[in-house]
């Protein structure tokens, strides 16, 4: 999956009153992405929203119709109607966010 690697957003979603914690992306952090995503394994569950208190996941936004949603061990591409989603059992995905 080639992507352009500029302007990549990252959201934590915090329940917390406040804004969440928006940020930009590296060159280089955004490459490490996406070697972490290339080498992570495929699964068949789609990241799970919470609505609880506190932190439920992290959004890695690339434009307005393409992100990934990481959360509880899952990381989901979203695009356009398509979703891909593969497994993060060691977080590496989600604390990278």
């Not at 999956?1 to 952090?29: C, D």
């Not at 307005?64 to 590496?92: M, P, Q, R, T």
Request: aromatic share 16%; glycine share 6%; net charge positive.
């Amino acid at each position: 999956m080639k992507r352009k690697i500029s302007n990549w957003t990252v959201e934590a979603f915090v329940f917390s009153g406040r804004p969440n914690p928006e940020w930009t992306l590296t060159e280089k952090q955004a490459h490490d992405w996406m070697n972490r995503w290339e080498a992570a394994p495929s699964s068949g569950k789609e990241v799970q929203r919470t609505s609880r208190l506190g932190y439920t996941g992290c959004r890695l936004q690339l434009n307005e119709h393409s992100y990934w949603f990481i959360y509880d061990s899952c990381v989901s591409y979203y695009d356009n109607g398509l979703v891909i989603s593969k497994k993060d059992a060691e977080k590496k995905m989600e604390f990278f966010c």
